[in-house]
Every structure is written in C-alpha cells, then in structure tokens.
C-alpha cells in the first residue's frame, strides 16, 4: 500500500508558474506509474499527465502539452508536476495518482479508474 501527499498548491496569476510535488511512503515507489489529475468545481476529475516507472516516457492531455511537465525522483519517493504559462482555466484541485505495475511491459494509464491510489489533492487557482 502506497499513501501519497501533494503539496504546492496556491494562487497564483495568468502567465506564472507552480510546481507540485507528491511524497509516497513506502519502498516500491519505482514499481508505481504515476500519474496527475485534476477536478474544477462541477466538473469531473480529468487526466493531466502520467510517467512510467523509470521516468523515461511520458504523456499529456493535449490542454497541458507544451506548459506542463511531469517527472520524477524514484530516490526522493517523489513525483512533481512543473506548471507553466498557467491559465484561468487551469484552476482545479489537483491530484496525485499511484498504479502498481510489475513485469517489463512499459504501461501508462490514463483514465481514474486505472489508478488505485489518490492523495488528498492540492488545490492550485490561477487568477488576476
């Protein structure tokens, strides 16, 4: 079992930038895809961005391609969410997602019921 934490959240302005950073506990974080979502008010919780085990591949909801970049430190336990050029738009509680994956296949999921472990959520707003 793998429990997740995110944090960097704030208010911030149109055009700024805000990293986010998720800490799992445990000693099999390199097993987990991750992944990143968010939910604005009345709206459903959508995909931002996934990375695979090693790091090597990644990829983007075409709203974030080209502004957002996710990586990770499998020594650090710790998955981060670089945000730039942030829009209005981008406003939402974001959060963090955890799938085991064992064997060599490279797998990344994309959609919330693919992942079986969510942190609480960061709330970001992105305002004049």
């Known amino acids: 079992q793998v429990q997740l934490v995110e944090t960097g959240g704030g208010l911030v302005q149109p055009g700024d930038s805000l990293r986010l950073s998720c800490a799992a506990s445990?000693?099999?974080?390199?097993?987990?895809?991750m992944g990143w979502f968010r939910q604005a008010p009345g709206k459903e919780r959508e995909f931002v961005a996934t990375?695979?085990?090693?790091?090597?591949?990644?990829y983007y909801a075409d709203s974030v391609k080209g502004r957002f970049t996710i990586s990770r430190d499998n020594a650090k336990n710790t998955v981060y969410l670089q945000m730039n050029s942030l829009k209005p738009e981008d406003t939402a509680v974001y959060y963090c997602?955890?799938?085991?994956?064992?064997?060599?296949?490279?797998?990344?999921?994309?959609?919330?019921?693919?992942?079986?472990?969510w942190g609480q959520g960061t709330q970001v707003t992105v305002s004049s």
């Open positions: 997602a955890a799938r085991q994956v064992v064997g060599t296949v490279v797998m990344v999921f994309t959609s919330t019921p693919q992942y079986d472990h």
């Open positions: 445990g000693r099999t974080f390199s097993s987990y895809v």
């Open positions: 990375i695979t085990r090693s790091g090597d591949t990644t």
